[in-house]
């Protein structure tokens, strides 16, 4: 069997000190090479701060984590992120704003200069799979809060990174919109096979989009546990009104409500 | 019915552009209004030209006098200029280190205020004794005078750089200097801006205290010379000249800043940009 690319184990996590609130304890996940997960919880169950371990933004309180056989000790350069705010820079146009990681991660940031013509080609690529053709020269705020979003989502995936954190990338947007996203995302997937750890309070976006739903307990978060999707992909979303999907929706509902009563005979 | 409703749709127009003539004369016609209640309150209430001299006065002054008022304030403005982009540039530096270096906001924070609360005029003696009454103590009193707001307004850009875009970008593995000159400098760029209005206008206030302190010409010099003479239309003629040079350099720096910072006041007033959908 292969070695896990992203490996968390026994790890906790407390902010602000000794006395701090806890966060995550005893929290442990595999997730194979080019594998969609999905992370579903009560709010504040430190799925965040799970991303943020994983991805060596905050060290640890204690445990490892070791994503490609490494054991994470600083940031990331292979990762790449997405959040429900698409935080584009609004002096940049949609393009450069698309192609910033460019301009940080390395060995691009040595090329970039030489084969710029190379770059915006794969940048104006990316554009096109997410429906964003025509806009590159666009600012931010000239565009709806979906197509920044997939203008974000573009920014994530630009330098190839093997593993792709999104922490609720598409909460704030309706439901339409959502639907339509969900389906660039398994597009871009399916093309490029990254890691995927995707963050989420939607059981229906867990269960459409991941091969395997993990389900946090509440604060001190750790993983209680998991289910396979079944579906072959690409998935359609008529799929989503079968009874079979319904079904799987409700059975992490339960688990996540039976989660959220464990919390509620803790504070008594 | 469609012919009515060009018609309204031409009407609306025309008020749109008559109320944008209005905004335009607005500034002129005020100031000239100003200048008229001014001339007839000196004339109705008989004040004397020593005490108020009347705008007519003034002007007749400015006239008499133009060679040394032109010669003056192109001293004066020479200095505050050199003292101002002194500001910019240190301002901005150290902006830079107190807006992306907590240690350095702890440490420097307090004896900058200190600093910043001194009178100015207090310090122009101790620059005279160091420089020599002149040019010097001028332009360093308009550069002491104008660099605290850029300093305030540039740390405050970088200091509040969203949490999640600096996370985004440490996770691509960008180093700290990275995230200030992607980031965070452009993203300051508003706040600067928005405190070079404060400064340069300010920095008119140090190079002319220190000119009537101690100099041997720009305008605060001038000034000086008239009111010992008990020439006070001069001195009113120094002080409408220094107004406007202020308003000449505040003109620059906002046009400056529509050429640069245009994206932070993203077409508020127009509609042809929003897209929305």
Not at chain 1, 169 to 191: I, N, S, Y
Not at chain 2, 152 to 166: D, F, S, W, Y
Not at chain 2, 232 to 255: D, E, K, Q, R, S
């Amino acid at each position: 069997m292969t070695q896990p690319f992203v490996q968390i184990d026994g790890v906790a996590m407390r902010y602000g000190g000794v006395e701090g609130t806890l966060a995550l304890r005893h929290a442990s996940l595999d997730v194979a090479d080019g594998e969609f997960v999905a992370v579903v919880g009560p709010s504040g169950c430190g799925k965040s701060t799970l991303m943020r371990l994983v991805t060596g933004l905050w060290p640890p309180t204690e445990g490892t984590v070791i994503v490609d056989g490494k054991e994470v000790d600083g940031p990331l350069s292979v990762a790449g992120m997405a959040f429900q705010n698409p935080t584009l820079l609004p002096w940049r146009n949609i393009l450069d704003n698309v192609m910033l990681p460019l301009e940080v991660v390395q060995p691009h940031r040595r090329q970039l200069r030489a084969q710029r013509g190379t770059y915006e080609r794969k940048a104006r690529d990316l554009l096109k799979l997410v429906g964003l053709e025509g806009f590159e020269a666009k600012f931010p705020w000239q565009l709806s809060g979906g197509m920044q979003q997939r203008a974000s989502l573009c920014r994530a995936l630009v330098h190839d990174p093997r593993l792709l954190m999104l922490d609720e990338p598409f909460g704030a947007l309706d439901v339409f919109t959502r639907e339509d996203l969900w389906d660039v995302l398994q597009a871009v997937w399916l093309a490029r096979k990254p890691t995927v750890i995707l963050v989420t309070h939607d059981l229906k976006e867990a269960v459409y989009l991941a091969d395997r739903v993990l389900i946090m307990s509440s604060r001190p978060g750790r993983i209680i546990a998991e289910r396979h999707v079944p579906y072959p992909r690409p998935r359609r979303l008529d799929q989503t009104y079968e009874a079979k999907f319904q079904a799987i929706v409700h059975e992490l509902r339960d688990r996540i409500s039976d989660a959220r009563k464990g919390e509620d005979a803790d504070v008594r | 019915m469609s012919a009515r409703s060009t018609r309204s749709a031409e009407a609306l127009a025309a008020a749109a552009r008559r109320r944008r003539r209005l905004e335009n004369a607005l500034p002129w016609l005020v100031t000239i209004g100003m200048f008229a209640v001014w001339e007839a309150a000196v004339h109705l209430f008989g004040i004397q030209p020593f005490i108020l001299p009347a705008p007519s006065a003034i002007a007749e002054s400015m006239v008499k006098w133009w060679q040394p008022l032109l010669s003056n304030s192109w001293a004066t403005l020479l200095t505050t200029f050199v003292g101002f982009i002194m500001a910019v540039g240190f301002g901005l530096a150290l902006g830079v280190l107190i807006g992306s270096s907590v240690l350095v906001y702890r440490g420097l924070y307090p004896l900058l205020i200190a600093f910043n609360s001194v009178p100015k005029v207090a310090v122009v003696p101790i620059l005279v004794i160091w420089f020599g009454a002149g040019f010097w103590p001028a332009a360093l009193t308009a550069f002491l005078i104008s660099f605290f707001p850029i300093v305030v307004n540039v740390a405050t850009g970088i200091a509040t750089v969203e949490p999640e875009l600096r996370d985004v970008l440490r996770a691509l593995g960008a180093r700290p200097i990275d995230i200030i000159t992607k980031v965070g400098l452009p993203r300051s760029m508003p706040y600067f801006f928005a405190s070079l209005k404060v400064a340069i206008t300010v920095a008119f206030v140090g190079s002319i205290i220190s000119e009537t302190v101690a100099a041997n010409e720009g305008i605060g010099h001038l000034m000086l010379v008239a009111s010992s003479r008990f020439d006070v239309p001069l001195v009113f003629a120094g002080l409408i000249v220094t107004g406007i040079m202020g308003v000449l350099m505040y003109w620059v720096a906002v046009t400056l800043e529509e050429r640069t910072t245009g994206w932070a006041t993203r077409g508020q007033n127009d509609p042809r940009l929003a897209t929305g959908g």
